[in-house]
């Protein structure tokens, strides 16, 4: 991909919609000489609209156009540098990237940084600051549009099959990530930043002008991302950089191939060199470097909770060492709940799920995995799950027919399958479905339904990331004790659904779980978050709750100026009321 150059002089510009498609426009036409914007910006952005999902039915001309571009990621390996203000490196670090659902398949090598690299990457991200976030703001969003255009138009086969490949995404799950919900992630940011510039303060005082302006944050931000969703890696390491600021990137090594595709795409959409660094390397040697560096002034994160609580550890032991209080934001694990009243509609319950358990094999962060279940609904809806757990098709990510397909390598293997052990030797547990895992080609686990007698059972309280979902019948009668148990019964408060007609009793239920879920879903499943319709993020220990997505996410990344601009000279220091007269 030939990288497009960014200047003050010429930037390379979105396509200007036609007058017809002139609604719903962000912005207001105001007058602004300066290039940074203290008010509204003087131009209007296009308007902002979710990306239609593809089908990829059968004979659909999408459909063979992915099938064109997984022919030709296979039989390829794809050599990945770190890049580093804008120079590729290739240290000779090399690490391998094998496809999980056939693991003797290698699909990437990639070139680990040392410390020295990564100090490197954090001077040249430095050195690119200052002029990136005094550029004007329509030509940082400029690169944004053309962005996610690349992703929907050029690159979207490319960034489809990267992801189906390298993280064993089915063709739906891998269209609504690494398609959909990354090309949202840009273009909806644009309209939080303008939705931000355009806040200033309401009142002024005779001959007074108040203002706001919304600078980047002073230093660098270390974007540290998982591999379970292509979007995320994306918009943790580019979303800031439109406010002005500059990344470290470490992608995850699971979605080293897709997280690579988004680089190259981010630099031929325009982004300047030293801006958004990529930097693969050992979290330790990633994790130690950055947080040790004066100039870190935030860490947005998604992945463990353990992980997140060392680096907020490491930044309280170095927080002497800081130039500013670094800002810590991040998204961790979760134990989702599926909550059933006795009045919940049956299929639709089964049906919800099934899809949020079991989809890309419960590897979401929100994928439910405890289930509370009354007992007069339970023999219905415990024969729709087994059957339908039964009719799910695992296999290849690129099989069209896959309903689910492997877990992302064999340490999740390994871990999943310890559970499942346990699940078979524990008195207190039943596996209904599933049960098994199989790693002689890929690293699959059967989805696995599991009813305890224990609602405390370890399996109800830990989070496992994988296909296994255990359920507790609870007597009707038993209804208020059954919320309590579901807001006490996990440390994360991520996502929670609520299956229930009657509204009285709904009502009181969310007073009562109110604090149990970042994300809160009525008669629908816990996954599915849509970028500008349900913001997402959790809190306790899933995460800061800082919502991306959403407009207040974009305020992470500014540090305001107030400015306050007298318009006529003072003629004494004194005030009436020291005037003897």
């Not at 693991?103 to 990457?121: F, P, S, T």
């Not at 703001?137 to 990267?162: M, Q």
């Not at 870190?296 to 609580?309: E, N, V």
Request: aromatic fraction near 10%.
């Amino acid at each position: 991909m030939q990288a497009l150059r960014f200047s003050r002089q010429a930037v390379t510009l979105a396509r200007r919609p036609p007058a017809s498609e002139w609604v719903g426009y962000i912005g207001v036409y105001t007058l602004c000489c300066n290039h940074r914007f203290y008010s509204s910006p003087a131009v209007i952005v296009p308007s902002m609209r979710n990306e239609p999902q593809l089908n990829f039915a059968p004979g659909s001309p999408e459909r063979e156009d992915l099938k064109k571009a997984l022919a030709k990621f296979n039989g390829h390996i794809e050599d990945i540098p770190c890049v580093v203000g804008g120079n590729e490196i290739f240290t000779g670090n090399i690490q391998k990237r094998e496809c999980p659902y056939d693991k003797e398949r290698v699909i990437a090598k990639y070139h680990y940084a040392d410390k020295g690299l990564i100090q490197e990457a954090i001077q040249c991200a430095l050195k690119a600051r200052e002029e990136w976030d005094n550029s004007p703001f329509e030509h940082r969003a400029a690169v944004f549009l053309r962005a996610a255009d690349l992703l929907s138009t050029k690159y979207r086969f490319d960034i489809l099959a990267a992801t189906i490949i390298g993280q064993g995404k089915t063709v739906h799950q891998a269209e609504i990530d690494a398609t959909c919900e990354l090309i949202d992630f840009y273009r909806f940011a644009i309209q939080g930043a303008m939705e931000i510039y355009q806040t200033q303060p309401p009142l002024h005082s005779t001959n007074v002008w108040n203002r706001l302006e919304y600078r980047g944050l002073e230093g660098f931000i270390a974007s540290i991302t998982p591999f379970n969703f292509t979007a995320i890696g994306g918009n943790l390491a580019a979303t800031p950089t439109l406010m002005g600021n500059v990344t470290l990137w470490k992608p995850s090594d699971t979605a080293i191939l897709s997280n690579w595709v988004v680089f190259k795409v981010l630099q031929e959409a325009g982004i300047p060199d030293g801006v958004i660094n990529f930097v693969p390397a050992h979290g330790l040697d990633f994790g130690n470097t950055v947080t040790s560096s004066p100039d870190l002034t935030a860490i947005s994160f998604t992945g463990s909770t353990k992980t997140f609580k060392h680096l907020w550890k490491q930044v309280g032991t170095n927080i002497d060492n800081y130039k500013t209080f670094p800002r810590m934001v991040g998204e961790c694990g979760g134990k989702n709940y599926h909550l059933i009243h006795e009045t919940a509609d049956v299929e639709s319950v089964i049906n919800g799920s099934i899809r949020s358990g079991f989809e890309y094999s419960g590897q979401k962060c929100s994928a439910m995995s405890r289930m509370y279940v009354p007992e007069s609904l339970w023999p219905q809806i415990k024969e729709g799950l087994i059957t339908g757990v039964k009719d799910i098709r695992v296999g290849p990510g690129e099989d069209f027919t896959s309903f689910t397909s492997s877990v992302i390598d064999a340490n999740s293997f390994k871990k999943i399958s310890g559970y499942l052990e346990y699940a078979k030797s524990n008195s207190e547990l039943t596996i209904l479905a599933g049960g098994n895992g199989d790693d002689s080609v890929g690293y699959f686990i059967e989805p696995t339904i599991i009813q305890t007698t224990n609602p405390n059972n370890r399996l109800m309280e830990e989070e496992i990331f994988g296909p296994v979902v255990t359920i507790y019948v609870y007597p009707n009668n038993k209804w208020n004790e059954t919320l309590e148990l579901v807001n006490n019964t996990s440390p994360y408060s991520l996502t929670g659904s609520i299956y229930i007609r009657d509204r009285y009793i709904l009502d009181e239920a969310m007073r009562i779980l109110r604090n149990s879920a970042g994300n809160m879903y009525i008669n629908d499943k816990s996954t599915g978050s849509v970028v500008g319709q349900q913001p997402f993020g959790g809190s306790a220990m899933s995460g800061t709750n800082d919502k991306t997505g959403g407009t207040s996410y974009m305020l992470k990344w500014v540090s305001p100026l107030s400015i306050k601009e007298t318009t006529v000279p003072l003629t004494t220091f004194g005030y009436p009321s020291v005037d003897e007269n």
